[in-house]
């Protein structure tokens, strides 16, 4: 957990079924999901990289920062969408639980 000015972190295991399908290819399924509840965002699901079929994934030149988890690396899917996925290399402290764990913008949950 991390609260800075207002501002609040959450990391805990979750145990919901959740996957990500793009253009009819199933990307990423996990039944433990890191979930990250952050002040003014939805809660987001962070697949392990054991979960994600990164092979159909490639790293895109595309990197944010974050003033609470760090610098995101984000990833595309060669021929389709840009930039569908993102993780953090090397997290803040105090949400050190995500490190290379992968977010997708959009999640199905069974």
Request: aromatic share 10%; charged share 20%; with cysteine.
């Amino acid at each position: 957990m991390s609260t800075t000015q207002g501002h609040h972190i959450d990391v805990t295991q979750g145990t919901e079924h959740v996957r990500v399908e793009i253009d009819g290819k199933l990307i990423a399924e996990s039944s433990r999901p890191l979930l990250l509840a952050e002040t003014g965002y939805p809660v987001r699901y962070y697949f392990p990289p054991e979960d994600v079929r990164t092979e159909l994934l490639a790293p895109s030149d595309t990197h944010t920062v974050c003033p609470f988890k760090g610098t995101a690396s984000y990833w595309s899917l060669p021929g389709g969408p840009e930039d569908v996925t993102w993780a953090y290399p090397e997290p803040h402290d105090q949400v050190a639980p995500i490190k290379d764990h992968f977010c997708f913008y959009a999640v199905e949950q069974d």
